[in-house]
C-alpha cells in the first residue's frame, strides 16, 4: 500500500558549491590551535587555504594533520552522550571528552577568518581532494548548508562558527551559534546509503552533543528576535504552482544587527524505487528504511522573488533552508521591522503522488526566526486560494470560507498570539455540529464518511464532557477534526486535530483494522492537546514532556470514565512497565537522543515516564489537590509559553512543599518513580 506523507526536508541546492571558492594563496600551519565553545582544533603541521564565498573570505580549508578535541560540560547534554556516540558513530566519549584525528578540514564563520594568515604560496592540488571531500560530504547534502549562517555572522561581525571534519573514524560537523539558536551541536555525518546520480550519497548529522550558549534549559531561552506577526496570502488555485506573499512583522532584541538569517526551506526531496514513488523523510534514512534501495530522486522548490522593508527592496541571499536579509542600516533593539516577502514555486502545490494533499505545520513553512517557536509569539492572519474540490483548513477559531466561481478561499485572523500557525489543503468533506457552545467539524477525506462523522461526534462530545469536568471550560471556540493521511498517528495544532485513518473508517483493510486498536486513546490524547500544549504550551523541547504527559494521561483519564477504571489501570501498567529502566535520557532531554533506535526510546520516555511521573504526584498530593493544580497550571498561564520551573514552582506553591529533589530525580535526572498502588 502507497503512504503518502509530506514532511519538510532541510536541504540545499547544489550549485551553492561552486560558489564557493579557494583563494590565489595558502599558508603553512604549524603546532596551531584554533578553539571555539566544545571545540577544540590541534593543527599539527600543514597547509591551509582561504575560501572565498562570492569573492570574501568565509572561513579556510586545511590540508595536513592534526587532531580535534570537543569536551561536553553542561549536565543535560552529558545524560544522552553516552548512547549518541555508541550509537551514531564511531568514537567514545571519556569523561565527556571525544577526540579524533583528522586530515582535511573547513572552517566558516568570524573566528575562521581571524584564524587566516598572509598567503606565501599557491594551493596547488594539495586542497583540491580536500575540498571535494568537504563539497560532496558537506556543502552539497541534503540537511544544511553553513555558509549562510556562517556569512551572516562575518556581516554582523558576530562569533557563528561552522567546522566541517574529515575525521580519522567520522566525519564531523560542529556548529556553534551564540547569537541565533544560541546553541552549538556536535554531529558525525552518516552515508545514508541513497545514491544520487554523478554525486556523493546523502548524509545526514546524527547529532552527538548539544549545549545552550548563553542560557539555561531550566529557564526560559532570550530570543534575539521575535515575530509578532504574520499575514501569508497562499495561492494555490492554480494545482500547479504556489504564489506566496508574507508580511512579516519582526522585532529586534540585539544592536547593531545589518544581516539576518531566517527559516525558509527551499525544497522537498522525493525519491523513486522499484518503480514506486515514494517520499521519505530523515527519520526514516536514520532508521535505514530501504537503505541502498534508492536510484533516483526529485525536488520541488520555493524562489524568493523579492524582499521589500518600508517600500525599498532588500538584498537577500536564500541559501537551502535559510534566507539571509542585508538590511540597508543597522537595526535598532526595540523597534519593529515590517518586512514584506513574496515568493513562489511548487514546493506547496498539490500533486496526485500526494493525493492532493498540502500539510504547512508549526514555523518552518513562512519565514521565521532559526530558532523556532521560541522566537515566534505572533497574531496570525491569512487567505489561502484553492480550486475545488480542494478545501483548506487553517489554526483559526473563526474563518470565513467563501466560494468564488472554481475557486475556495479561507480567510482568518488569530484571536491571540502564538508560536505556530498551521495550513492543511486537500480533498475534505466537512461535516458541522455544535457540542454546546463548541463547535465541531468533522472532515473525511475522498468521500462523505456520514458513519465517522457520527461516530466522532459521539465521541469528541464525551471526551469534551469529561475534559470540562476536570479541566475547566474547552480553551477555544472551536475543534475541527481531519482525516490524515496514513494510520497510527495524530496531531494537534491550534483548533485543529489529525485524525489518521483508522479513526475514521478502521474496516477499509486489515492494517488498518490493526492500528484501529487504540484509536479512540489517540484521538482523546490529540483533543487534550487543546488544553495542555496550546492553552498552556511549552517553551522549549526540554519542557514539552509535560504537554505530551499531560495529554496522555488526560486520555486515560476518559476511557476510564467511558469505559470502565480497569482501562486506566491498563494504561497505567502499560506506561510503567514499557518506560522502567530507560535511564539514556531524562524527560527534559529525550529530544536530544538520536542514533539507532532512539525514537524508540524517545517515545518511551516521553508517552510513558512522562504520565507515570504525574501518578506520582497524584499519589503523593492525593485526588483533589491534583486536578487542583493541573486546573491552576491552565488558569496561571492562560496561552503563554511555560517551562517546567514554572510546573514546580506552582505545585510547591499549591502543596507548601518542597519539590525540588522529586522533580531532580524523576524529570532533571534519569530515575524512575516507585509504582503506584492506584486505587
Known amino acids: 500500500m502507497k503512504h503518502w506523507t509530506l514532511v519538510f526536508l532541510i536541504a540545499v541546492s547544489a550549485p551553492l558549491a561552486a560558489q564557493g571558492t579557494l583563494g590565489e594563496a595558502a599558508f603553512e600551519v604549524k603546532d596551531a590551535v584554533l578553539a571555539q565553545g566544545m571545540l577544540t582544533l590541534a ?181 534575539p528576535l521575535l515575530l509578532t506577526a504574520l499575514e501569508y496570502d497562499l495561492d494555490l488555485a492554480s494545482l500547479e504552482t504556489l504564489r506566496a506573499r508574507y508580511v512579516l512583522t519582526l522585532q529586534m532584541r540585539r544592536e547593531g544587527l545589518r544581516a539576518l538569517p531566517l527559516a525558509l526551506p527551499d525544497r522537498r526531496i522525493y525519491f523513486s524505487s522499484g518503480g514506486a514513488r515514494t517520499f521519505i523523510d530523515l527519520a526514516d534514512m536514520s532508521r535505514g528504511v530501504a537503505a541502498g534501495g534508492v536510484d533516483k530522486h526529485w525536488v520541488k522548490t520555493l524562489r524568493v522573488d523579492a524582499v521589500e522593508a518600508g517600500g525599498k527592496a532588500l538584498r537577500f541571499d536564500h541559501f537551502g533552508d535559510t534566507l539571509v536579509l542585508h538590511l540597508p542600516e543597522a537595526a535598532r533593539r526595540g523597534v519593529p521591522l515590517n518586512l514584506t516577502v513574496t515568493a513562489g514555486g511548487d514546493l506547496y502545490a498539490p500533486t496526485p503522488e500526494m493525493g492532493s494533499f498540502v500539510y504547512l505545520v508549526g514555523t518552518d513553512w513562512f519565514p521565521s526566526p532559526l530558532d523556532g517557536a521560541p522566537g515566534v509569539e505572533a497574531r496570525f492572519k491569512g487567505r489561502v486560494a484553492t480550486r475545488k474540490p480542494l478545501v483548506a483548513f487553517a489554526s483559526f477559531e473563526s474563518p470565513v470560507v467563501k466560494t ?79 482525516e490524515g493521511r496514513g494510520v497510527g498517528w495524530g496531531m494537534a495544532p491550534p483548533v485543529l486535530v489529525f485524525a489518521s485513518g483508522e479513526v475514521f473508517n478502521s474496516l477499509k483493510d486489515p492494517y488498518t483494522s490493526l492500528f484501529s486498536k487504540g484509536a479512540n486513546e489517540r484521538l482523546a490524547h490529540e483533543v487534550a492537546h487543546q488544553y495542555f500544549g496550546h492553552a498552556v504550551r511549552p517553551q522549549l523541547a526540554e519542557d514539552a514532556w509535560m504537554a505530551e504527559a499531560m495529554a496522555e494521561y488526560m486520555a486515560a483519564v476518559f476511557l476510564g470514565k467511558a469505559k470502565r477504571k480497569a482501562e486506566f489501570d491498563y494504561l497505567y501498567n502499560f506506561w510503567y512497565n514499557r518506560s522502567k529502566g530507560e535511564t539514556m535520557a531524562s524527560l527534559t532531554t529525550l529530544h536530544d ?17 512522562g504520565p507515570v511521573v504525574l501518578q506520582a504526584i497524584r499519589d503523593k498530593v492525593g485526588e483533589k489537590t491534583f486536578w487542583t493544580l493541573l486546573r491552576s497550571f491552565l488558569r496561571s498561564f492562560p496561552y503563554k509559553a511555560v517551562t517546567t520551573e514554572d510546573f514546580i514552582g506552582l505545585t510547591e506553591h499549591i502543596t507548601g512543599e518542597d519539590w525540588r529533589p522529586f522533580f531532580d530525580r524523576y524529570v532533571y535526572g534519569t530515575e524512575f518513580p516507585p509504582k503506584s498502588p492506584l486505587r
Not at 575562521?112 to 560530504?137: C, W, Y
Not at 541534503?142 to 556569512?151: D, E, G, I, L, R
Not at 537522543?593 to 515516564?609: I, P, S
Open 43 to 223: 593543527f599539527e603541521e600543514g597547509w591551509a587555504c582561504p575560501y572565498l564565498w562570492n569573492g570574501e573570505p568565509a572561513g579556510f580549508v586545511f590540508a595536513g594533520k592534526g587532531n580535534w578535541t570537543a569536551s561536553v560540560t553542561e549536565r543535560f547534554a552529558l545524560q544522552t552522550l553516552d548512547y549518541n556516540t555508541k550509537h551514531g558513530s564511531h568514537l567514545k566519549a571519556e569523561g565527556g571528552t571525544l577526540r579524533d584525528a583528522f586530515a582535511g578540514i573547513i572552517c566558516l564563520g568570524t573566528p575562521a577568518v581571524a584564524f587566516l594568515r598572509e598567503g606565501q604560496a599557491p594551493p596547488g592540488d594539495r586542497f583540491k581532494g580536500v575540498l571535494a571531500t568537504v563539497e560532496a560530504k558537506f556543502l552539497d547534502q541534503f540537511f544544511t548548508h553553513p555558509v549562510a549562517y556562517a556569512w551572516a555572522g562575518l556581516a554582523n561581525g558576530t562569533p557563528e562558527f561552522a567546522c566541517a571534519i574529515d575525521g580519522a573514524r567520522d566525519l564531523a560537523l560542529f556548529l556553534h551559534d551564540p547569537v541565533w539558536r544560541q546553541e552549538e551541536t556536535l554531529s558525525a555525518l552518516k552515508d545514508s546509503k541513497f545514491r544520487r546520480e554523478g554525486k556523493a550519497n546523502i548524509f545526514y548529522p546524527q547529532q552527538l552533543a548539544r549545549q545552550p550558549l548563553g542560557w539555561d534549559r531550566k529557564g526560559p531561552k532570550p530570543s
Open 404 to 482: 468564488e466561481d472554481e475557486t475556495v478561499v479561507l480567510e482568518g485572523t488569530g484571536d491571540r498570539a502564538e508560536d505556530g500557525h498551521t495550513v492543511t489543503v486537500g480533498k475534505y468533506f466537512p461535516n458541522e455540529k455544535d457540542l454546546g457552545s463548541v463547535h465541531l467539524t468533522t472532515a473525511s477525506g475522498v468521500f462523505k464518511n456520514k458513519r465517522a462523522y457520527d461516530l466522532i461526534e459521539g465521541l469528541a462530545g464525551g471526551i469534551l464532557q469529561v475534559y470540562e469536568a476536570y479541566l475547566g471550560p474547552y480553551p477555544f471556540k472551536r475543534l475541527a477534526v481531519l
Open 593 to 609: 537522543l538520536d542514533g539507532e533506535d532512539a525514537h524508540v526510546y524517545r517515545w518511551d520516555l516521553v508517552y510513558c515516564k
